[in-house]
């Protein structure tokens, strides 16, 4: 099945505009910014589907149980439920599937990678009342439940399995090689779930050139966040040389060259130069 593609320039530059309205918002909400994230890369879903996806957060939350109890019966229900009972869930073929990192889609699916499933646990979670939080693991994302003398951590790629220390010490041992370091377990901000999604979709993008297309938009909502890799600039202005855009891709390796030249003047030159070959392009 072919990815979806995104939407056409008038609407993809609203989506943009409500994306970056929504970020700077005082308390950002992680569910309407997904499902924008969405709405740039999947041109069939409108407004009228964004407002289903919100209902059917809202529609699983209705079926928590009423204050189950601790931390440990606040994962255990929502696992019950969203594990269980409908199925959500991840496997390997997911990461290979742009779908899995558009939270529309994943409520339709019941599949997706594990940020995307844990923005799930946590809506719905979040709407029931339970303290829930994401927890930015390094190489899996996973929910925590409770504060840090109670938390429960819960992996929702594996149904909502609940961790021990030494699980979550074996996850991060096997994405970085490195022990555990406390700071890790800390409440991640919606800001930063949400350029780590993009982030995974750039990763999608890379390994696949003829899909620049999601690059593109991939870097553009990333640009659009409060804070972001200043070197995301570079890659926006290559991609719109790589997209055919010459003059407006030169013009911004020249803007981000003049950023550069304070700290690395060679680095700067090099950009300099790129945007020399680009304009040279329309000759």
Do not use: K
């Not at 699983?60 to 009423?66: E, H, I, K, R, S």
């Not at 923005?119 to 009342?129: I, K, L, S, T």
């Not at 600039?233 to 407006?248: D, I, M, P």
């Amino acid at each position: 099945m072919a990815a979806p593609q995104p939407p056409e320039p008038e609407r993809a530059a609203e989506v943009r505009r409500l994306f970056a309205e929504e970020a700077r918002a005082e308390r950002p909400d992680l569910a309407l910014l997904c499902l924008l994230v969405g709405a740039a890369g999947d041109g069939e879903l409108d407004e009228a589907g964004i407002d289903a996806a919100e209902i059917e957060l809202d529609r699983l939350a209705g079926l928590m149980p009423y204050r189950p109890g601790g931390p440990r019966a606040w994962a255990d229900a929502t696992a019950e439920l969203l594990g269980d009972r409908c199925g959500f869930r991840g496997s390997a073929g997911d990461y290979q599937r742009l779908e899995s990192s558009l939270l529309h889609q994943v409520l339709v699916r019941r599949r997706g990678l594990p940020i995307l499933l844990s923005v799930v646990w946590m809506e719905v979670a979040r709407r029931a009342g339970a303290p829930v939080y994401g927890v930015a693991l390094p190489g899996h994302f996973v929910v925590g439940f409770g504060p840090r003398e109670q938390q429960v951590l819960v992996d929702p790629f594996d149904g909502g399995r609940v961790l021990s220390g030494g699980d979550a010490e074996l996850l991060v041992a096997g994405a970085t090689g490195a022990p555990l370091d406390p700071g890790m377990l800390t409440p991640a901000d919606p800001l930063d779930v949400v350029l780590r999604i993009l982030n995974n979709v750039r990763a999608w993008a890379a390994a696949r050139p003829e899909r620049s297309d999601v690059a593109l938009w991939a870097v553009e909502l990333s640009l659009a966040l409060p804070s972001h890799p200043a070197r995301l600039r570079y890659e926006w202005a290559r991609l719109l040389v790589q997209r055919g855009e010459f003059l407006r891709g030169a013009g911004e390796l020249e803007a981000y060259a003049d950023v550069m030249g304070a700290v690395d003047e060679g680095a700067a030159e090099r950009m300099r130069r790129q945007a020399q070959a680009a304009r040279a392009m329309l000759n």
